[in-house]
């Protein structure tokens, strides 16, 4: 049995407010009592123009709740958004709007970005904030961290591009490893390498050809796989225990990861000294990483590589380094001794051809048609062994083990929750500041999360309490803003 329900009682009148609308236990809620809004005006100051004529803008404050509604519950547009906002009263009590009160044009926003922050650290700002709250409140567990990239599709058609050569980017510690180069040279009795710099007739910069997109010149040529391939940007980002965002780097998506590590690094270690353990996949797993994290005195965990050698050859660990002959043993005890250092860093260790010759193991060693075998130690390759050894360690493996849990769960979160998956902004500035939107709104909805959890939310008093400081910021935000137009 069944009752027909009648669409009458949506004609009668009811005598409500907005905020009786709002389910009592809605994200929104959480978050609002979670944080005070109201620094937001203290990074917009100076931003806005003091013309004392014309139509006022937007409440600075109302403008970015509107873009946290778009990045935290994952809309594909701010149209869309804008869409939504209008009827979800939800929406609507968390921007401070009524129930008919006009929400502003989807456009607004755009305007806004192009007017004012385009070019400002405003959103990382924002970012810091948020972080800084979640470390005052004691939820940032940031002894062992956690660095991974990961890849935004780009708003570009890949079928629709042109060839241009590039100039290749040096490394960033090319300076540091020529000094290692030439020292090491020294110490063997090598001449140092000749520097074209220094020339008359310098080496002209190396080059490379790449595919570059019309659409979106600043994405890079991605291939995912072997054969499906595409252009994107990507996110160099780290985590801590709690799966807090601690900070990220973006670039195109043709950059490797472990050339985006130093600058992400450095930002997190400055902001919190406490790291420990620095939790790294393979990808990372390079000399010059390794020494970076071990001179900081903190402790890289890192997984088992696998060595790239062809199939039914030596593996290069057979080839045993005796430091203190500054020679290699091949797997048939052998010697190879020490022959140059090359402009890459790498020792190279060379055979006798007269021995090789009479080796019956040579099929399983080289197919070279001098019959020599050349083995490359870097000469930071110490690090490399030291990483190993603590991979070895329980605590640092179990460590490493949390990956998944925490940096490949946040990117899984950032795609299939909050839209991140692909963007439909072109050029980097744009695309780094939906990013950092992304993920301050997801460390907001967490922390929003954990201080209801631990009952650190405001009480009804505190609450309001709160919201008439808010007013007053606002009022006063305003007042300066009068002040200034008038004289």
């Given at each position: 049995m069944y009752v027909?329900?009648?669409?009458?009682?949506?004609?009668?009148?009811?005598?409500?407010?907005?905020?009786?609308?709002?389910?009592?236990?809605?994200?929104?809620?959480d978050i609002d009592k979670a944080i005070d809004f109201s620094f937001i005006y203290e990074k917009v100051k100076g931003l806005y123009s003091d013309i004392p004529w014309g139509k006022p803008g937007i409440d600075p404050v109302c403008l970015f709740k509107i873009v946290f509604i778009q990045y935290l519950f994952g809309i594909r547009s701010m149209r869309q958004t804008i869409k939504e906002i209008e009827v979800n009263m939800a929406y609507r009590w968390f921007i401070g709007y009524d129930i008919g009160e006009k929400i502003p044009h989807f456009s607004t926003f755009g305007k806004n970005y192009m007017r004012r922050f385009q070019g400002t650290t405003v959103f990382e700002e924002i970012f810091t904030h948020i972080l800084r709250e979640a470390v005052d409140c004691g939820f940032i567990d940031a002894s062992a961290v956690f660095i991974d990239g990961t890849h935004i599709k780009a708003s570009a058609n890949k079928n629709k591009s042109t060839k241009e050569i590039v100039e290749k980017q040096a490394k960033t510690y090319q300076k540091q490893l020529d000094e290692e180069i030439t020292k090491d040279r020294e110490d063997h009795g090598k001449k140092p390498l000749k520097n074209h710099d220094n020339d008359d007739d310098p080496k002209p910069p190396e080059s490379k050809t790449i595919k570059q997109s019309t659409t979106d010149p600043e994405s890079g040529l991605f291939h995912k796989g072997e054969h499906e391939k595409c252009f994107a940007y990507v996110a160099n980002t780290a985590c801590d225990k709690h799966n807090f965002i601690l900070g990220f780097e973006l670039n195109e998506g043709s950059v490797h990861d472990s050339r985006m590590f130093d600058g992400l690094y450095e930002t997190v270690l400055k902001q919190f000294p406490e790291i420990e353990t620095v939790a790294v996949d393979a990808g990372y797993k390079t000399p010059w990483i390794m020494k970076q994290i071990i001179d900081s005195q903190r402790i890289p965990a890192v997984p088992y590589k696998r060595p790239m050698t062809k199939e039914g050859f030596f593996k290069k660990y057979e080839y045993v380094y005796d430091e203190y002959y500054d020679c290699i043993l091949c797997p048939n005890n052998q010697v190879l001794r020490y022959s140059t250092t090359n402009r890459d860093g790498y020792r190279e260790f060379k055979s006798d051809p007269q021995i090789c010759k009479e080796c019956d193991k040579i099929s399983q060693c080289t197919e070279s048609k001098a019959q020599q075998k050349m083995v490359q130690r870097h000469v930071w390759e110490s690090y490399i062994e030291l990483a190993e050894d603590y991979r070895h360690t329980p605590k640092y493996r179990d460590i490493y083990k949390l990956r998944c849990q925490t940096i490949e769960r946040v990117f899984a979160d950032a795609k299939e929750k909050h839209a991140m998956r692909y963007t439909q902004l072109r050029g980097l500035q744009k695309v780094k500041m939906q990013v950092t939107l992304t993920f301050a709104c997801m460390n907001l909805k967490k922390l929003a999360t954990w201080k209801r959890r631990k009952g650190l939310l405001p009480s009804a008093a505190q609450y309001v309490y709160g919201k008439i400081t808010s007013f007053i910021k606002k009022i006063t935000y305003y007042e300066q803003k009068s002040t200034l137009r008038i004289a």
């Open positions: 027909k329900k009648s669409r009458a009682s949506q004609q009668q009148i009811k005598f409500l407010c907005i905020e009786d609308l709002v389910p009592e236990n809605h994200l929104v809620r």
